[in-house]
């Protein structure tokens, strides 16, 4: 299970992030996971509810999951397609040359936090 993995990550960040902007409060995480990329989003969710009380910036955020779907680029017609619906094959001339454009990522998309003078923010941070 490599969500929790993920989440320590992902708590480790906002950690970071918390300290060198000056958070004391992180009211909510909202993380782009690509729809091929392996994360079951319920352990995932579970995971975060476990580990977040481990760590008083996040405490009480919430998460917020959005599905970002695969795209496959074909190599040989130069067209994308779903991914999930047609797999590795070409759905517009059967060519196998082809490669996954996007789809695996998980990004953080936004974070609304407190900071430590009492004013909201929203920050956009990508983790690698």
């Known amino acids: 299970?490599?969500?929790?993995?993920?989440v320590l990550h992902l708590a480790k960040t906002l950690d970071e992030l918390a300290e060198e902007q000056h958070i004391?409060?992180?009211?909510?995480?909202?993380?782009q996971v690509g729809e091929v990329s392996?994360?079951?989003?319920?352990?995932?969710?579970?995971?975060?509810?476990?580990?977040?009380?481990?760590?008083?910036?996040l405490t009480e955020?919430?998460?917020i999951l959005e599905t970002?779907?695969?795209v496959t680029y074909c190599q040989n017609c130069g067209k994308t397609y779903e991914?999930?619906?047609?797999?590795?094959?070409?759905?517009?001339?059967?060519?196998?040359?082809?490669?996954l454009l996007s789809g695996n990522e998980c990004i953080i998309k936004q974070i609304e936090a407190e900071t430590?003078?009492?004013t909201e923010s929203e920050e956009t941070v990508t983790i690698e």
């Open 1 to 6: 299970m490599h969500e929790m993995g993920i």
């Open 24 to 31: 004391t409060k992180i009211g909510s995480v909202t993380l």
């Open 38 to 57: 392996g994360i079951m989003t319920e352990l995932f969710t579970d995971a975060w509810n476990y580990f977040k009380v481990r760590h008083p910036v």
């Open 61 to 63: 955020s919430e998460l």
């Open 68 to 70: 970002l779907p695969a």
């Open 83 to 99: 991914t999930v619906k047609y797999g590795k094959i070409c759905p517009h001339c059967g060519s196998p040359e082809t490669y």
């Open 116 to 118: 430590e003078d009492g």
